[in-house]
């Protein structure tokens, strides 16, 4: 699960769990024929009913203000969870419906610019020390130590807030990264690949001008050339245009079986094993998962010579082991040097916090890339 989400989860369930620990505790006070009788002096019933939607209207605007992705919305929507979490407190006893502004106070903390930031929450602390100063209730000045366990809740609430502030921040950082990355990548696929195919074509066509009118079988098998070149960089593109998107529903076996139908020669004889839950990778997976068959297919087509091939993904909660083995001629991968398809698949690997390994011998070889969950 993304940490963007994580967040989301924290602060949801501490809004719920506030929300509800309040309303339970205001319960036990009117049921103890206790009620406190806050700033705002109502009959019990209607004190209490009151109460109680507040507690519950806070929680639910809280939840409202996390799923909504427009900051304008946002902005509206936490003006009025600001303005609702005070009506239990000018209702109840602030000693401990206070605790209610802590859910917008979080959200205040986390989400907005510093100005805003600094003055909201002197305005929402302000209001709370106000309501503890001026409420009704007798047992307010006898409750030193309930007042210090508030400043101490809301001192950790700020802190919390911050902390969530400062893990959004790491979290757009690296998914700005990512994306950089992935742009440096694209960018050089588009070069060694789609350059390669395209210079290819270019030569064949020469070629097929140079024997025009002097040698047609040679021209004609030109043109086809060039036209075949063209072709796997139109295929080239569509892959790596594909590769850039997130798929909600990433199906692996169809991936790997269009990508193996797409690069290795009719008749070679293909074995696929998908085992485990491949959904909710995440971009950045998916398409690490894709080039890593991708290049490894092309490489065995082009100097393997193999004619059976392997493709393997095992995946549990911890990890995503991928590997793919072929029958053909082996390679001394120490020789393979800092460039190239398997430096590329390397760096995309342990980029993601994996492992990537390459073994092979005289004849066979296997590509193996471990990537956490």
């Not at 859910?103 to 510093?114: A, G, H, M």
């Not at 009704?136 to 502030?165: K, P, Q, W, Y």
């Not at 070629?207 to 139109?234: C, E, W």
């Not at 059976?308 to 029958?327: E, H, P, Q």
Request: negative net charge.
């Amino acid at each position: 699960m993304p940490w963007s989400d994580r967040t989301h989860q924290i602060e949801l369930s501490l809004a719920w769990s506030v929300a509800l620990g309040v309303a339970a505790t205001g319960i036990y006070d009117w049921s103890a024929q206790s009620a406190p009788s806050g700033i705002v002096d109502l009959d019990d019933t209607l004190s209490l009913t009151l109460f109680l939607l507040g507690c519950a209207a806070t929680a639910l605007l809280a939840t409202a203000v996390l799923r909504t992705n427009t900051r304008s919305g946002r902005d509206s929507l936490r003006i009025a969870l600001i303005v609702v979490s005070f009506v239990p407190v000018l209702i109840g006893d602030p000693t401990y419906a206070s605790l209610l502004v802590a859910v917008p106070l979080i959200e205040v903390r986390r989400r907005c610019d510093e100005p805003a930031n600094n003055a909201w929450m002197v305005v929402m602390l302000g209001a709370v020390g106000l309501a503890l100063i001026t409420e009704n209730t007798r047992r307010a000045a006898s409750e030193v130590e309930t007042m210090l366990a508030l400043a101490l809740a809301f001192v950790v609430v700020i802190l919390l807030g911050d902390a969530l502030r400062q893990l959004d921040a790491a979290v757009a950082d690296e998914a700005q990264l990512a994306q950089l990355s992935e742009r440096s990548r694209v960018a050089e696929e588009l070069h060694d690949s789609l350059g390669h195919h395209l210079l290819a074509a270019s030569v064949q066509l020469k070629k097929a001008q140079a024997f025009n009118g002097r040698d047609g079988d040679t021209a004609s098998t030109a043109v086809d050339h060039a036209s075949q070149a063209v072709k796997m960089a139109i295929d080239e593109t569509r892959m790596i245009v594909d590769a850039t998107r997130e798929h909600e529903h990433f199906e692996i076996d169809m991936t790997v079986r269009e990508l193996a139908h797409r690069i290795l020669p009719t008749g070679s004889s293909v074995t696929i094993d998908i085992v485990g839950d491949h959904q909710h990778l995440g971009a950045a997976k998916q398409v690490a998962i894709q080039r890593i068959v991708q290049e490894s297919l092309t490489n065995l087509v082009r100097h393997a010579d193999a004619s059976t091939v392997s493709i393997s993904s095992v995946s549990n909660d911890a990890a995503l082991t991928l590997r793919i083995t072929d029958d053909g001629d082996g390679f001394d991968p120490t020789e393979a040097g800092d460039e190239g398809g398997l430096a590329n698949m390397r760096r995309r690997v342990e980029t993601l916090g994996g492992s990537f390994l390459i073994s092979s011998g005289e004849t066979g070889t296997t590509v193996e890339a471990v990537l956490p969950r």
